[in-house]
C-alpha cells in the first residue's frame, strides 16, 4: 500500500467516524489538477477532498472521486496547478488596511505611464479633495522606460483635484501642489526640494549618533502621510480593512502576521470584523506596546508579565513579540550602526521577562554587527530559558557565523521581499541560498506595504531568479522554487506555531490553497511574478475567483 492510499484509507475512516456516520461525505471534490502538496516529500496529487473546511484525502482523481457522492460538489480543475495558500510572516498590515479605500499601489509596475494611470484612475475614483496616498512599496528605479523621481506636474497632470502623497519607504515623499499646499509637513519643513518641476520632499539619514538622524527621518516622513491620512468614522475602518484583506487574497494570501505598533490601529477591529463574517483572512499579530525608553521598558516588561502568549485560534489573535522589542535599536540595510550599550540592556531586560513567560520573538535585525549583539544576549538568556522559535527577521548581512550561532539556538528566519532593492545595497543581501542550505529553518515574507511590494509572488520571483525590478539581476545566491515555496508555506506556519493547521495540503489540515492562472513549477522563472489565483480558498470556502472553475 502507497502513501496515497494510507492517507485515502485514513480519509475514508475520519469521515466514517464523523457525527453524521457512514452516510457522510466530502463536502467537496477538486480533481483533475496538479496539486503540489508541499508535504514533507512535496508530494504532486492529482485530486482531494474536503470536509467541514479541512482536508480529508488526497490521491488520484479516481481515488478521491470514489468517495464522494450525490451530496459532494465536484470541481474539476482541468489541468490546473493548486499550491497551499501563501503566509506573509512579517507584514505591517493594520498600518495599510485602515487606509486602504484611499491608498493605490504601484508596486511592481514597470511602465512609469501605467504608474500615472493606476494613480490617475484611484483618483477619480475618490470625491474631489480625498486625499490619495501610495504608501510605498515601490522605487524611482522600477520604471524601465523612464526611471527618475515623480515630477509635480505629473502628479498635478494625474489628481489635479485630489491632494497626492507618494511615500517612498522612509527615505522621502512625493506630492502634488494640493498635498504641498496642505501638508503641515511642508509647512513647518524647509529641509527639501519644493520646486517647480520637483515633487520630492527628502531626508536622509546616516549611521550618526546612533542611527539618530534616520530614526528622525522617518519621524519626519511619518508626520507628512499622517497629515494627509483621511479622517474615517470607526466603520468606514472596518469597511477598509475587510477590503484589504480581499486585495490580499487576490494576490493569494491566506494567513499574514502583523508586527506593528499601537499607534497602527487597534486589533480588537480583526475580532469585530470575525463576529460579523467579514474577515476572509487568517489575521495574526504581535503583542502591542511601545518601548522607546527605559520608563517604556519596564512598563513593557509589565505586560508582558501579565500577559500569555499565544493567544489565537486558527483565524486571529496573538502569537509573539516583534518586531522591535526595544525600538530605540532599529537597524538599517544600508549602513551599520553600533548601538549604546544601554539600549542592549534595556533589549535584554524586555527580552528575558519574555523568555520567562514563554513568548515568541520575532526581532527586526538586519546588519550583522546588531544580530552579533543580540544573538550574545539570546545565548546569555538560553542558559536559563529556553527560545520558543525565537526568529531573527530580514537578517540582510547575516554572515556565515552568526548563522551558525543561530542554528545552535533553534531559531528560526524570517527573510523579506527585496525586489525594491536600495541602490547602495548589493550582494546577495539577504543570502538566501546560504540560509536555505544551512538547514535553519526560515520563512518568506514581505515586510509590506511602506518598504516592499506586498505581492507574494514577486518575493518568489525574488528569491528563484535574484532579480529586483524591472529585471535587474543582482543576487547570484537563488533557490529553487520548491524551497522558495516551502518557504512561503509550510515553513511560515512553523514560524507561526500553525503547523498542525496550515502550510500545506495534507489530510487534517485546514483547506487553504490557491488554483494557479498558469504552473508555479514549470513556467519561466521570470514569469513567477505575474502568477495570479484563479480562486483564493479558506477553511473550503472561496474568498476570492470563481465558485465554479
Known amino acids: 500500500m502507497n502513501k496515497n492510499q494510507i492517507l485515502l484509507l485514513l480519509g475514508i475512516v475520519w469521515l466514517c467516524g464523523s457525527k453524521e456516520g457512514i452516510q457522510a461525505s466530502p463536502d467537496v471534490i477538486y480533481y483533475n489538477g496538479k496539486i503540489a502538496t508541499v508535504d514533507a516529500n512535496f508530494s504532486i496529487v492529482s485530486a482531494m477532498a474536503i470536509k467541514d473546511g479541512r482536508i480529508v484525502s488526497t490521491g488520484t482523481s479516481e481515488e478521491i472521486q470514489k468517495i464522494g457522492s450525490a451530496d459532494s460538489k465536484f470541481i474539476d480543475l482541468k489541468g490546473k496547478t493548486v499550491i497551499p495558500g501563501l503566509i506573509d510572516n512579517h507584514l505591517h498590515f493594520m498600518r495599510d488596511a485602515v487606509r486602504w479605500a484611499n491608498e493605490a499601489r504601484i508596486d511592481g509596475i514597470t511602465n512609469r505611464a501605467q504608474a500615472l494611470t493606476i494613480i490617475r484612475e484611484k483618483a477619480l475614483a475618490l470625491k474631489p479633495a480625498e486625499p490619495l496616498l501610495v504608501p510605498g512599496g515601490w522605487g524611482e528605479l522600477q520604471f524601465a522606460d523612464h526611471p527618475g523621481a515623480f515630477t509635480r506636474e505629473e502628479l498635478d497632470q494625474a489628481a489635479p483635484s485630489n491632494p497626492v502623497v507618494l511615500q517612498k519607504s522612509y527615505m522621502a515623499i512625493y506630492m502634488n501642489s494640493l498635498a504641498a499646499n496642505e501638508s503641515t509637513s511642508t509647512k513647518q ?58 486585495a490580499l487574497n487576490a494576490m493569494g494570501l491566506t494567513s499574514i502576521y502583523d508586527v506593528g505598533l499601537p499607534m497602527d490601529g487597534p486589533m480588537e477591529r480583526i475580532s469585530t470584523l470575525k463576529k460579523q463574517g467579514r474577515l476572509p483572512l487568517r489575521v495574526f499579530n504581535t503583542l502591542r506596546y511601545t518601548a522607546n525608553s527605559p520608563d517604556q521598558a519596564d512598563r513593557a516588561v509589565q505586560l508582558i508579565q501579565a500577559s500569555k502568549p499565544f493567544q489565537s485560534d486558527a483565524w486571529s489573535g496573538v502569537i509573539g513579540i516583534g518586531e522591535h522589542t526595544y525600538a530605540p535599536i532599529h537597524d538599517s540595510a ?80 524570517a527573510v523579506h521581499n527585496h525586489t525594491i532593492k536600495p541602490p547602495g545595497v548589493g550582494g546577495d543581501s539577504p543570502p538566501v541560498k546560504m540560509i536555505q542550505e544551512s538547514g535553519i529553518i526560515w520563512g518568506l515574507g514581505s515586510d509590506g506595504g511602506v518598504v516592499a511590494p506586498l505581492n507574494p509572488f514577486s518575493t518568489l520571483w525574488w528569491v528563484v531568479t535574484g532579480k529586483i525590478y524591472p529585471d535587474r539581476k543582482v543576487q547570484e545566491g537563488t533557490i529553487t522554487r520548491q524551497e522558495a515555496l516551502i518557504a512561503h508555506t509550510r515553513s511560515n506556519a512553523y514560524l507561526l506555531f500553525k503547523e498542525k493547521d496550515l502550510g500545506s495540503i495534507e489530510p487534517g489540515k485546514l483547506a487553504d490553497f490557491l488554483v494557479l492562472d498558469r504552473d508555479y513549477l514549470t513556467i519561466p522563472e521570470d514569469e513567477i511574478k505575474e502568477i495570479k489565483p484563479l480562486q483564493t480558498v479558506i477553511g473550503g470556502k472561496v474568498v476570492f475567483g470563481e465558485k465554479n472553475l
Open 189 to 246: 519643513d524647509s529641509d527639501g526640494v519644493n520646486g517647480p518641476s520637483d515633487s520630492r520632499r527628502e531626508r536622509r539619514g546616516s549611521s550618526v549618533g546612533g542611527g539618530g538622524e534616520a530614526r528622525a527621518n522617518m519621524r519626519a516622513v511619518n508626520r507628512a502621510v499622517q497629515s494627509m491620512t483621511p479622517n474615517l468614522t470607526e466603520e468606514e475602518k472596518l469597511s477598509s480593512i475587510s477590503s484589504f484583506c480581499g
Open 334 to 413: 544600508m549602513r551599520a550602526t553600533e548601538y549604546p550599550q544601554e539600549a542592549y540592556a534595556q533589549f535584554e531586560k524586555i527580552a528575558e521577562s519574555a523568555a520567562s513567560g514563554g513568548w515568541n520573538i520575532q526581532e527586526h535585525a538586519q546588519q550583522d554587527l546588531t544580530i552579533s549583539h543580540f544573538l550574545d544576549i539570546f545565548e546569555r538568556i538560553h542558559q536559563r530559558y529556553t527560545l520558543p522559535r525565537w526568529t531573527l527577521a530580514h537578517c540582510d548581512t547575516i554572515s556565515p557565523a552568526n548563522l551558525a550561532r543561530a542554528k545552535k539556538l533553534d531559531l528560526t528566519i
